[in-house]
């Protein structure tokens, strides 16, 4: 069975600071990974995916994401944190034949001005 | 494009009542999940729909159900509530069938059950 991990429940970081958010998933086929964000009383919005190919991922807002399959990580950094990145970050994986994304347990991000 | 519709937002029910959510799709979308997130459990998939038809089921029990119409709305019921389904609950669509292709989620509908 699928599973990903979220090391840290809370981070917190200074505005201007590097944000670092990790992501251990656990698959026995080959996976899919996306990183989506929760902003207070919002669904859930895409920030990026690997599906194949290229692992370092860019996506919105400035975010990257880099798959190591050596690792089984998943791990999404950004250089430089604004406050309004200050939400909840969740990774989820699937696998070819399955559409249902198991998520992680989320991190939420406090940056302090 | 207009993005994914929940209604209602706010849900309030008691213990053994019934309850319908909706959910309408962006549009030209033919795919449609729904997930559960609690502080408890996270968050936890439902079902999805692809054309009218149920493709797969995660681990809830029967009082969980749904239905896609021809024009890919959705609906989901929970009968006979029970207080641990106090929940937001999200609605997600997609334009394909694939495991890759992106879903994208609605505002959810947050339902409290006393």
């Known amino acids: 069975a699928q599973s990903v991990t979220q090391l840290g429940s809370h981070v917190s970081v200074s505005e201007g600071a590097l944000v670092l958010l990790r992501c251990n998933y656990s698959?026995?086929?080959?996976?899919?990974l996306f990183w989506y964000v929760q902003y207070p009383n919002q669904g859930l919005q895409l920030l990026l995916k690997?599906?194949?190919?290229?692992?370092l991922v860019k996506g919105i807002n400035g975010f990257e994401a880099e798959f190591k399959k050596s690792e089984t990580s998943f791990h999404l950094t950004k250089p430089s944190a604004h406050m309004s990145d200050a939400a909840e970050y969740f990774c989820?994986?699937?696998?070819?034949?399955?559409?249902?994304?198991?998520f992680g347990s989320g991190t939420r991000l406090q940056v302090q001005p | 494009k207009a993005g994914v519709t929940q209604t209602p937002r706010y849900l309030i029910k008691t213990r053994g009542q019934q309850v319908t959510l909706s959910c309408s799709p962006i549009?030209?979308?033919?795919?449609v999940s729904w997930y559960q997130q609690t502080p408890g459990q996270g968050l936890q998939f439902l079902f999805e729909?692809?054309?009218?038809?149920?493709?797969n089921k995660g681990n809830f029990p029967g009082r969980f159900s749904g239905r896609q119409f021809s024009n890919s709305r959705s609906e989901m019921n929970v009968s006979t509530l029970e207080l641990g389904d106090s929940a937001l609950y999200l609605c997600?669509?997609?334009?394909?069938?694939?495991?890759?292709?992106?879903?994208?989620f609605g505002p959810g509908t947050r339902l409290t059950v006393l």
């Open positions: 549009s030209g979308h033919r795919s």
């Open positions: 729909y692809f054309s009218e038809t149920q493709r």
């Open positions: 989820a994986v699937t696998y070819t034949g399955r559409r249902a994304l198991t």
């Open positions: 690997y599906t194949t190919g290229a692992t």
């Open positions: 698959s026995s086929v080959p996976p899919y």
């Open positions: 997600a669509s997609s334009d394909g069938a694939n495991p890759w292709d992106t879903q994208y």
